[in-house]
């Protein structure tokens, strides 16, 4: 008789106690119920080209209207709502994207403010193509969902959902309607993380070993967003939350160099820690009258998170996470194979081979403005190709945010669209990716506790192609 996954996962954790000594896997299982019959697995999953893709945002926060923005600039795409519960927000992109479309395109244009609910209006009134949603983390899995099922595709911010549940949702309603449902992972985007995809693809650290990826970002001014903007949300996350709440940045680009999840090797395993939660306590204190709500908030998630991946292949990824800490921004971007290592936050290489006059081994690194010779034999072509600054694209794209990587994804998602292609990112690379912060909760709940992953593919990740390198 087969169980359900809801079943299944209850009776898995009741059953945990009666399991025997030498067992130590805690939590969620890798066992799932079979794929409803008419569903459609979405690895390499190609939808029907549209010509003209007509989008609505959901989200235009700080985020939201730097998507808008690049959408809006490229040719075939038309900007047709608008939804935010701020009416100023709503109507400075609308002036955006009129500004952009000169009278000739983006003119019909519905705006939707004031009310937790009104994008459901909007997404039956407007039936856009696709959905952007740039909101806060907890509305992400529902506002997917109900695009999915309005006829959209859905694009949402990192993380794509917080909890098991939502991501199975997210999984079984992207195969019920047929339609994507990409995370937004602009990082893989970025120069050197597509340089290292290259290098690694053309085998030049040979085996894949081991990786690093991180989000250590002091953000704490933040904080000073006390009543609208992203502190007002994100600042509760720190206090009630707990593991590694922003994995996905670091981890996107690894996974991918890995071909995780992508017919080579899947996420197995994964054992959490984190520090104390000391730093945004201090950082309240400092800043804020006793009285302060930022003072009555107890913070519970520990200040820096470590977690350590272990892949079918046995290959290991550690992933950090640190919002809170006084240190440079890092996302380590580290991949280190059997012929050498690339690494990032100095952007380095050191190969066994040396390479040209530069380094004759691995026993130094490659680094500084050694690294132009690097870039000029190994910068992805995708990158080389949006990077020439003396088309308008090129300029779009390199003043797009995130040093151009933010302008290269929207690219990548119009193109994918407008020709039928795969997208980059599938729905389950967006759920591997984003499920770090349940299960980091879940083994630091447990001690440390080795946690399993879902296998959000059914299986079928051993048929999905490694991403290619497109040009
Ligand atoms: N990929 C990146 O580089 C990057 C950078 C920044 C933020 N983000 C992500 O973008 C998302 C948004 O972050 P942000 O910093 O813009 O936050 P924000 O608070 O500035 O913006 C979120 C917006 O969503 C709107 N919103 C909330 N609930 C809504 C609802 N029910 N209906 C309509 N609108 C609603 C809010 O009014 C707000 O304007 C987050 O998921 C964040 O993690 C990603």
Redesign the pocket.
């Known amino acids: 008789m087969k169980k359900s996954r809801r079943n299944f996962i209850k009776t898995t954790s009741l059953s945990i106690a009666s399991l025997s000594s030498s067992s130590f896997l805690t939590g969620f299982s890798n066992q799932y119920s079979d794929r409803k019959s008419g569903n459609q697995y979405m690895g390499d999953f190609k939808a029907p080209k549209i010509k003209n893709i007509r989008a609505a945002f ?7 209207g730097n998507h808008l923005k690049s959408f809006a600039s490229l040719e075939g795409t038309e900007v047709v709502a608008i ?4 009416q100023d ?1 709503v109507n400075r992109e609308f002036k955006v994207a009129s500004e952009i479309g000169e009278e000739k395109r983006h003119q019909n244009i519905s705006l939707y403010w004031g009310d ?4 459901r209006i909007m997404l039956q009134e407007i039936k856009p193509d696709i959905v952007f949603i ?4 907890n ?2 899995a529902v506002m997917a969902i109900e695009s999915m099922k309005s006829g959209a595709h859905a694009f949402v ?2 993380p794509i959902a917080t909890n098991i549940k939502d991501l199975w949702n997210i999984i079984d309603t992207s195969e019920e309607t047929k339609k994507h449902c990409m995370m ?1 992972e ?1 990082v893989n985007y970025g120069r050197d993380e597509l340089m290292f995809l290259n290098m690694c693809r053309k085998g030049l650290i040979g085996e894949l070993l081991h990786g690093e990826a991180s989000y250590i970002h002091d953000l704490r001014f933040q904080m000073k967003e006390e009543n ?3 502190g ?2 994100r600042t509760l996350h720190y206090a009630n939350s707990k593991g590694n709440l ?1 994995p996905t ?1 670091g981890l996107g680009p690894v996974s991918q160099y890995m071909n995780l999840a992508r017919g080579e090797d899947n996420f197995k395993t994964l054992v959490s820690f984190s520090s104390p939660a000391i730093g945004r306590r201090l950082y309240a204190e400092k800043n804020y009258p006793k009285e302060h709500k930022w003072n009555k908030l107890e913070y519970k998630n520990g200040d820096l998170n470590t977690s350590i991946i272990k892949t079918e292949l046995g290959r290991t990824i550690m992933v950090q996470w640190d919002e809170t800490s006084p240190r440079p921004y890092t996302r380590l971007n580290l991949i280190q194979g059997t012929k050498g290592i690339l690494a990032g936050f100095p952007t380095r290489i050191a190969l066994e081979e040396g390479f040209k006059n530069l380094s004759k081994d691995h026993h130094s690194w490659i680094e500084g403005k050694d690294m132009k010779a690097i870039y000029e034999e190994y910068d992805h072509p995708l990158y080389k190709k949006l990077n020439d600054k003396s088309t308008s694209l090129g300029k779009q794209i390199a003043e797009s945010g ?1 040093g151009g990587m933010d302008g290269i994804m929207i690219y990548r998602i119009v193109e994918c669209l407008q020709n039928g292609l795969p997208m980059d990112q599938n729905v389950y690379e967006g759920c591997f990716w984003s499920a770090i912060t349940p299960l980091s909760a879940n083994s630091i709940k447990n001690d440390g506790g080795p946690q399993s992953f879902p296998d959000f593919t059914r299986g079928d990740w051993k048929k999905t192609k490694p991403l290619k390198i497109v040009s």
């Open positions: 959901i989200g235009v926060g700080a985020r939201g939804s935010d519960l701020y927000n937790e609910n009104k994008w740039s909101t806060n983390w509305n992400h911010e990192v937004l602009n609208r903007g992203t007002s949300w922003y940045h995130h």
